[in-house]
């Protein structure tokens, strides 16, 4: 089956916010789902046109929805890793369970490297689950030493 990747458009909202649902459910964070996809789906409203989030769809020859993914690129600044002031952050690569195992999150992956590449930007990370690690690694993605922590407020 020959699918396609294509950027994501405001009509692919729907399908983007469940991909973000999904993905957390079956990494088993507990969230609250139905508040996540309306506030994603509000986010994304906003997120898509002004190109804050840029994203990337899978679909099959049939126009149904395989997976997606999303970029946001960050302003960083310069440091031991590269003088670029940007940094493009991968998230929500998603491919729903019936279309595994044909390759798209490697070709969503590529799409999303292809338009970092295009504009210029040095430095992708990304969040990585276990199911998306070895695709990661392969890739040639490496676990950062950066002491990275978290705080909510």
């Known amino acids: 089956m020959a699918y ?25 964070i507990p969230a609250e789902f139905e508040d996540m996809a309306a506030a994603t789906e509000l986010w994304l409203r906003h997120a ?5 989030y840029l994203g990337w769809i899978a679909e099959s020859p049939s126009g149904e929805i395989a997976g997606g993914s999303g970029l946001i ?3 960083w600044p310069p440091g031991p890793m590269t003088m670029d002031p940007r940094c493009g952050f991968v998230f929500n690569v998603y491919t729903a369970a019936s279309h595994r195992k044909q ?15 295009n504009e ?11 199911f998306g690690k070895p695709l990661y690694d392969a890739m ?6 950066e002491p990275m922590m978290r705080y909510r407020l």
Do not use: Q, W
């Open 48 to 52: 898509i046109p002004s190109k804050v």
């Open 73 to 75: 690129v960050i302003p």
């Open 103 to 117: 390759g798209l999150a490697r070709r969503l992956m590529d799409a999303m490297h292809d338009y970092c590449r």
């Open 140 to 145: 040639g993605y490496v676990v950062a030493d």
């Open 4 to 28: 396609s990747i294509r950027p994501a458009t405001i009509a692919d909202i729907p399908h983007l916010a469940r991909h973000r649902e999904l993905m957390f459910r079956e990494m088993g």
């Open 120 to 130: 210029g930007i040095e430095r992708v990370v990304l969040n990585a689950s276990t």
